[in-house]
């Protein structure tokens, strides 16, 4: 394999929509593209994954006959919402504890799907119910919730103190963090 | 030492003058004294380091900069340890100062390995940086339940979110200590009494390790030169923008 | 080349993030996919992409002398602070640690921007606490760590051994713990 086959496949595997012939010279320099196209396409043929031509453009993609191990739909895994995390880490830190107990040290209500989201993902669960007025619900983590966030019991919860010294204990990154939280749409 | 050694000697490097500000905290400045005395760390004088230290803090507190406490925390220790290298070995002192000067240079090539080893973890061939994951891959077919996504990171920092902002809002006024305008004045003016010579402001300010009432003295009493002077009780003068300031009582 | 070695192939080729053999087993169902990995990753030797294993997961890369070539297409990874190189190199040598150690250590508290970058970059995490008075919470690096700095294993971090040998990652004396505590508190 040439040095400049070399090129043109890491060119192709590094890129992030399929290249027309230029735009892969541009990254490679001089050489004769389409004969390296041609030899690497043949090299693969046989391979997990082929290299192919759409519409003067290439780019790798898994064998026809292996689609099934592919992803069905582009639907990828949703991340968790701010309320939501925020309501896990009170479970987490306080379980069990009733919705209310939430709302009061949220210090905002929560809606109603936030927490069957959590028990949707298998984070939360009902823990029986309070005997008080009301008799209200209790919710507590899994052990799923445990083994998602590598923990080995609720012990592991970083206290407050090693929060303040990890910096995550301050109202100025809020900004930071409600973008890292990137809100999916169900925040209340 | 003299300002000027201060300046010229020991330290050498323009970053040494600057303030302390630029160090992280007192064990960088000793491993970069240290460095600067020897390439290898274990080749260095642990009692001309400690001078140098100490030669260094006395720089900064005679340029009135601010001395974070755990720098003065590691001079006292320094002084110490000086001593007890000085002294006439007592051989049932334990740790012996020579054990204790030993652990002082294990620490600092503690600090510096891992301080190369960032710098080696950094200059390696980094994904993303230097080399790369396929750039759009297919995706796999979900074979875990879950279909929610969270990290440990997301869920601390939401806790940590939660707690800031539920806990009661307190400000608390620390106590300060300030010299009052009135008390620089009185001060000025006694100190000043007769003096003929001209005379830096500085030598007109307390001895204090309290950075805060060090500066406050400073200010206070800077005011109470200029109010001096509007009186006519003094003369002040200034060779150059920045230049130390230098006052002597007024010849009337 | 087998059709299994092929599943395995298109799998590590589709995937978002590294593997580990029992993640690729669970798609490509009965095989020695560990045989499997072997085969394939010699046969990528020469290519302009390889195939590489850190901290027992696996996933496709660009050889390491096209960075050239490629590197003007993406943007620098994020620049970590003096503090957080740190902090990062103290936590990936000595690891588990404490932040009491990691504080000895650099002879500074740690402030904020150290250790919530480092665990917001996917680098660091917290693993249990120490058994021990306190016991304290502790740090240690993860697999996307070795996976960004190309380590195989921690084994492989830049004069590990030299430094062992050294006794410069022994436990930390209790004086140095001590002088690191004693100007604790009177910061700000």
């Known amino acids: 394999m040439t040095e400049f086959e070399r090129a043109v496949e890491a060119v192709l595997f590094a890129a992030h929509e399929p290249l027309s012939p230029d735009e892969i010279a541009r990254h490679v320099g001089e050489g004769d593209v389409g004969a390296a196209l041609a030899t690497l396409a043949e090299r693969f043929i046989g391979h997990g994954i082929d290299l192919v031509t759409r519409g003067g453009r290439w780019h790798f993609q898994t064998a026809p006959d292996l689609a099934h191990l592919l992803r069905r739909t582009r639907e990828e895994p949703r991340r968790l919402s701010r309320a939501a995390t925020e309501c896990l880490a009170i479970i987490a830190y306080h379980e069990p504890v009733t919705r209310a107990e939430i709302e009061a040290i949220r210090g905002v209500q929560i809606s109603r799907g936030t927490i069957d989201v959590l028990m949707e993902a298998g984070w939360a669960r009902t823990a029986g119910r309070r005997e008080s007025p009301g008799r209200p619900l209790l919710y507590a983590t899994t052990p799923d919730f445990l083994s998602h966030f590598g923990l080995g019991s609720r012990r592991d919860l970083p206290g407050i103190d090693d929060l303040k010294a990890a910096g995550l204990l301050d109202p100025l990154d809020e900004e930071a963090l409600a973008l890292s939280l990137e809100s999916a749409g169900d925040e209340d | ?252």
């Open chain 2, 1 to 252: 030492m003299e300002r000027s050694e201060f300046f010229d000697g020991a330290a050498g490097d323009d970053a040494l003058t600057l303030s302390l500000d630029g160090w992280e905290g007192p064990l960088d400045l000793l491993l970069t004294l240290a460095r600067n005395q020897k390439v290898d760390l274990r080749e260095i004088s642990i009692l001309a380091l400690v001078d140098q230290y100490l030669a260094y803090l006395d720089g900064a507190k005679s340029l009135k900069l601010e001395i974070a406490a755990d720098y003065l925390v590691m001079a006292a220790w320094l002084a110490y340890l000086k001593s007890c290298l000085l002294l006439p070995s007592d051989p049932v002192a334990d740790p012996s100062p020579e054990e204790l000067a030993w652990r002082l240079q294990q620490r600092l090539a503690r600090l510096d390995a891992m301080r190369e080893a960032g710098a080696r973890l950094m200059g390696r061939d980094r994904l993303g940086r230097d080399v790369f994951a396929r750039g759009n891959p297919e995706g796999l077919r979900l074979v875990r339940s879950s279909a929610w996504q969270s990290t440990p990171y997301q869920l601390f920092a939401a806790y940590g979110l939660v707690e800031a902002r539920t806990q009661p809002v307190m400000h608390v006024v620390a106590h300060r200590a300030v010299m009052a305008l009135d008390e620089a004045i009185e001060r000025v003016a006694r100190l000043l009494g007769g003096a003929l010579d001209w005379t830096r402001l500085e030598a007109f300010l307390p001895a204090s390790l309290d950075p805060g009432y060090a500066r406050s003295a400073l200010a206070s009493s800077f005011v109470a030169v200029l109010e001096l002077a509007r009186q006519g009780r003094l003369e002040l003068a200034q060779e150059a923008p920045f230049a130390p300031l230098e006052l002597r009582a007024s010849g009337r």
